[in-house]
């Protein structure tokens, strides 16, 4: 009985490698809900602000469109970024919780098991899903 590869064994280890591939790729392409992160000198976070109202108005077949969707922003050096996050996860894992920052403030509220909020200087409220934390 010799052990050698057939084109079935072959086909096989190809599919499992690509389909490792692909798996990991989509990990790693997800995206947090409503904030989107640069990472180059500044880290510039936008976010939805949670403290204005979108606005939206009906379209000629019946719908309705988005047509102002009101953005915060947050820059940060990359060491005050590793800041943020250190203080998003502990925030995550207490109730009631505030922690006040030159450029920011993080607050977790015990009526919201899901959700972490932080604030601006210009008070635009971000919200930070707990189960995107670790994207960060």
């Known amino acids: ?16 490698i ?3 591939l692909v798996g990991t790729a989509s ?12 990472k180059s000198e500044i880290v ?6 949670g403290s204005r109202d979108k606005l939206y108005q009906n379209n000629p077949s019946g719908g309705v469109d988005l047509v102002y969707n009101p953005m ?3 820059k940060l050096t990359p060491k005050e970024y590793e800041r943020f996050v250190k203080l998003i996860k502990k925030a995550s894992k ?17 009526w919201s098991d899901d ?5 601006n200087n210009e008070n635009h409220i971000g919200e930070l899903f707990i189960e995107d934390i670790d994207k960060l």
């Open 1 to 16: 009985m010799k052990n050698k590869f057939e084109l079935i064994d072959y086909f096989m280890v190809f599919a499992i």
């Open 18 to 20: 690509f389909f490792m």
């Open 27 to 38: 990990v790693f392409a997800q995206d947090l809900k409503g904030i989107q992160i640069d």
């Open 44 to 49: 510039t976070i936008t976010f939805e602000d």
């Open 72 to 74: 915060g922003e947050l």
């Open 94 to 110: 207490r109730t009631n919780s505030e922690y006040k920052e030159k450029k920011y403030i993080i607050n977790s509220y015990s």
């Open 115 to 119: 959700s972490v909020y932080f604030v």
